[in-house]
């Protein structure tokens, strides 16, 4: 504690990415893992508050999403106004979001700025007005923002894929609400959440920059020791993918179709996540070679943008992805995704792609830790999700280790018979 | 291989950050490649950049679309290594790459761990010499920028209309064509159109190679030296032809009416000077003028419409600098139910005739310049930010220097410099847009 050396950081290969990064424990218990860096005069700190929209009661998304649009407008001593002109004077970043499973606020100042800039975070964290001016001007951008979406195909084929996906879950309600039950919000329901998600024991920091531990140990007291001990979360119910094996479209007046398909996949916690998230990458992940990229871009012309994903949250695990391709062709679009479905589904991936998955994966992690804000962000979330800062090096390890007879396993699992929920906003021909 | 939004309505972010410390290095080879090295030792990769001095205000008349169809086709491989090596090759190093094109820009990148640098360079340096285009590859992929021209524009309204007044306010530079090109003009796109425009602009003198990493600058100029300097130079650059803009001296209105819409918003853009184009010091009173009208939730738009008038949601305006032929200057609103575009024109109109004729306070002048040279402290935070700034400063012909000098240069805008950049905004330089309804429209 306390060193002032001012340590330029530098990973070779064999280094330990891990080791970057010190738990700094405050003396009033709260704890933030801290990447100590002088290299810019900057300070990068992001939190997260485990719960988030997945705490919404039922029949009123989006009061998670309107929660962090107001707890930069107005705290404290300031009105919106006032805090706004504070945050500018200096040029301290500050912003808020809403995620399923937790809520989450950034904050970026240059090193000078820094005693402000806690102080602003902390009126905005702990003080936040919630005034009725301000809580009537986000939800009337909210609803602009819905309104601007509402024949949006992306937005629309996605909506409707969640919905279907998680009936009767939080996790199928629109994350920035819905335009039916916006106006029936209050500042009440806003007010309510806040108190049942911020607390000192489902708070998790990670900050990146030119701040020693010492100091940093004292600014988090500053900053979050007024919270209340102990959140106040409702049990969110686990739920398995539903609608696999059928297809929706909804009609929209456009030339193409936008296409959202997935199914049920495998959880954080599986022995075989690893390996499906490697699965993953072999059928869709973001690189020229992925499998879908060939045959439905660069083989077939399909389509400019085609992808899948793992989306892993806290109760629930998808396979998720998409892509646009003009109506007469969208049927063979899909009937190309499905093969390679089911191709990986029977046969699995080949041991050369294996290999190119896994060092793709392993090699492209470095390129996640280049900006202090993007570092902040990440390790805030890996705490959010369970991780020890040990994951950081255990990562690419677990990676190495998937095997050919893994993959097979995973993808068999992952793909199963190959039903996939599909939804549709366009109109396409003969879906 | 991805297309920059040519007019985003409610930009994110609207001023590039503008770097001011980071210590860089530079070098031009014989063969006229102009080399950029930007140190950043926090971590161990490096972004490798290849950016040429073309793009789609380039692109020959009737061939709108060029500039970004060769960027597609860029990827198809040369005569000693086919299609998907290096991208296969890419991928197995854990390496990121895509391409970008502009309006007056074009530029191809990786991101890698730092040792593999030279077959970045090897593979970049073949591509810039040695495309092979066979006539299989090239229709198939015509079908996907069309399908990413029906993705990004023809399924959007709201970006319909950012074509449609671009084209208004251009009446004849290419500033006014799509950077993904007409439709029309793409279906006639071919292999020899290609081709044509490829030996035209990829060449040596025409490119600047930019590498932003934990790197030392002399062994990157050497390596390039060794590897870019084996092409042979051309002899000279190629000329940028560009009509000039006509003063045209009318206000034009721009409305787009479309049943999909359910949100309507408003965008006004003015022909203003560039960077390149402005007598000295006024792009950057411009800067510090769109700061103040509409830079985030201080400005004067903002608290004027949504705070005190509550006749918007949102309210901002922006000032698009970095353009090699007079550019764009964004004023744009998102109006409350109810309320008509035409109040929020009047309004906009009325708070920029205050700025001409009441100028900017002190402490206003102040907080906006403290958040611009700020801007340029962040940007040192990204390599990737900062690989970005450079080239597209460098590509549109400011030196090393200007980009230096920029926070000093925005330290000097007096009140009475932002107060002389009003006159830009006149409405008979402007182009006014609205995104409607269809029964509003109607009505």
Known sequence: ?431 | MSLPATVPLTPSAATPAKPAGPRVASARLDNGLDIVVVPDHRAPVVTHMVWYRNGSADDPIGKSGIAHFLEHLMFKGTKGHPAGEFSELIAGLGGQENAFTSTDFTAYFQRVAKEHLKICMEYEADRMSNLVLAGEVVVPEREVVLEERRMRTDSDPADLLNEAVQAALFTRHPYGSPVIGWQSDIEGLGRADALAYYDRFYTPENAILIVAGDVEPAAVIDLARAIYGRISARGETPKRIRVREPDVRAHRLVTLADPKVEQPSYQTVFLVPSYRTAASGEAEALEVLAHHLGGGPASLLFKALVIDKKIAVSAGAYYDGTALNDTRFYAYATPAPGVSLETLDTEIARLIAEVAAHGIAEADLARVKTRLVADAVYAQDSQVALAHWYGASLAIGLSLADIAAWPERIETVRAADVVKATRWLDARRSVTGFLLPEAAAAA
């Open chain 1, 1 to 431: 504690m306390g060193t002032h050396s001012k340590t330029e950081i530098k990973e070779g290969l064999p280094a330990s990415r891990a080791a970057r990064v010190r738990k700094v424990l405050s003396p009033g218990g709260i704890e933030a893992w801290l990447v100590e860096d002088y290299a810019v005069p900057l300070i990068a700190l992001e939190f997260a508050l485990i719960g988030g929209a997945a705490q919404e009661p039922k029949g009123k998304p989006g009061v998670a999403t309107l929660l962090a649009g107001l707890l930069d407008e107005g705290a404290g001593p300031y009105d919106s106004d006032a805090f706004h002109r504070a945050l500018e004077d200096q040029a301290i970043e500050l912003s808020f979001s809403a995620d399923r499973d937790f809520l989450s606020g950034r904050m970026q100042t240059l090193a000078r700025n820094k005693a402000r800039a806690f102080e602003l975070l902390r009126l905005a964290a702990t003080e936040a007005r919630l005034e009725a001016d301000a809580f009537e001007r986000v939800k009337s951008q909210v609803a602009a923002g819905l309104k601007r979406d509402l024949n949006d195909p992306d937005t629309v084929a996605s909506r409707t894929f969640r919905r279907l996906a998680y009936p009767e879950h939080p996790y199928g309600a629109p994350l920035r609400g819905d335009l039916g039950t916006l106006e029936a919000l209050r500042r009440a329901d806003v007010a309510d959440l806040r108190a049942a998600n911020f607390a000192r024991d489902n708070l998790k920091i990670a900050v990146v920059g030119a701040i020693d531990a010492e100091t940093l140990g004292r600014t988090l007291d500053e900053v979050f020791g007024a919270l209340p001990e102990k959140a106040a979360l409702a049990p969110v119910a686990d739920i398995v993918f539903a609608g696999a094996g059928t297809r929706h479209v909804v009609d929209l007046d456009v030339p193409q179709s936008t296409i959202r398909f997935g199914r049920q996949a495998i959880a954080r916690a599986d022995k075989d996540f690893i390996a499906a998230t490697v699965v993953n990458h072999v059928l869709g992940g973001g690189v020229f070679s992925a499998r879908l990229f060939k045959e439905v871009r660069e083989k077939r012309g399909l389509a400019y943008s085609v992808y899948s994903r793992l989306v892993d949250q806290d109760h629930a695990a998808m396979l998720w992805g998409g892509t646009s391709t003009k109506n007469e062709r969208a049927a063979e679009s899909m009937q190309v995704i499905e093969a390679e479905i089911r191709d990986l589904s029977e046969a699995g991936p080949s041991q050369d792609e294996l290999e190119k998955a896994k060092q793709y994966l392993i090699g492209s992690y470095a390129l996640r830790f280049d900006t202090s804000t993007k570092i902040a962000s990440l390790l805030a979330r890996l705490q959010a999700e369970g991780y020890g800062i040990d994951f950081l090096d255990e990562r690419n390890r677990l990676i190495a280790a998937v095997t050919l007879a893994d993959a097979k396993r995973a993808a068999r699992r992952l793909f199963g018979d190959g039903a996939l929920l599909v939804t549709v906003a366009g109109r396409p021909a003969g879906m």
